[in-house]
T-cell receptor, first 117, second 111 residues
Framework: DAGVIQSPRHEVTEMGQEVTLRCKPI?????LFWYRQTMMRGLELLIY????????DSGMPEDRFSAKMPNASFSTLKIQPSEPRDSAVYFC???????????????FGPGTRLTVL | QKEVEQDPGPLSVPEGAIVSLNCTYS??????FMWYRQYSRKGPELLMY????GNKEDGRFTAQVDKSSKYISLFIRDSQPSDSATYLC???????????FGKGNQVVVIP
């Protein structure tokens, strides 16, 4: 399996522009997470989906951020308009929901390094 | 108070030393305890996983959970330069719910 695939790997944009990050989870996984990582705040959960349904979006910073999962093999995280403070590494992770003791391990993609100038 | 506290200070040790990392947490509902390892410019990868209290050993790595103190630890014996990475603790109340992560410790093992 190719693992979790994220694109682009690097993105440099100017303040005010729209940014779209993409994620393809591991085939067969039915839970997907979007995280943001910075030196100051560490790894923060933004939103997660189970079976394509958003379960918890309390980590989404503000209305400028939105995420969708139109099907089991694709998700997007959009920032519109982008701001310099959005600069971070954005990770997508997936896992397979299982029994109560299963599904714990999340598999992370390589991340998208976003720089907003 | 954050759910998970992990002192993010970097740690440099000579090769062969024992590395000791720890996290504290406030949510008594946490039952699943994990350590993720993250190499530079990569995504985190699961290193060890423990359910409820107790110890777990895997080669040179030992994870300990003390639920009464809300404290978890990771020990790396005979550390190697290849162990140089950031180590993040993570925990969850239910296996199908979200993970709460610590900020991570950057470990550098000096040859």
């Amino acid at each position: 399996d190719a693992g979790v695939i994220q694109s682009p790997r690097h993105e440099v944009t100017e303040m005010g522009q729209e940014v779209t990050l993409r994620c393809k989870p591991i085939s067969g996984h039915n839970s997907l997470f979007w995280y943001r990582q910075t030196m100051m705040r560490g790894l923060e959960l933004l939103i997660y989906f189970n079976n394509n349904v958003p379960i918890d979006d309390s980590g989404m910073p503000e209305d400028r951020f939105s995420a969708k999962m139109p099907n089991a093999s694709f998700s997007t995280l959009k920032i519109q308009p982008s701001e310099p403070r959005d600069s971070a590494v954005y990770f997508c992770a997936s896992r397979k929901l299982a029994g109560d003791r299963g599904g714990v391990e999340q598999f992370f993609g390589p991340g998208t390094r976003l720089t907003v100038l | 108070q954050k759910e998970v506290e992990q002192d993010p200070g970097p740690l440099s040790v000579p090769e062969g030393a024992i590395v000791s990392l720890n996290c504290t947490y406030s949510n008594s509902a946490f039952q699943y305890f994990m350590w993720y390892r993250q190499y530079s410019r990569k995504g985190p990868e699961l290193l060890m996983y423990t359910y409820s209290s107790g110890n777990k050993e895997d080669g040179r790595f030992t994870a300990q959970v003390d639920k009464s103190s809300k404290y978890i630890s990771l020990f790396i014996r005979d550390s190697q330069p290849s162990d140089s990475a950031t180590y993040l603790c993570a925990m969850s109340a239910n296996g199908n719910n979200r993970l709460a992560f610590g900020k991570g410790n950057q470990v550098v093992v000096i040859p």
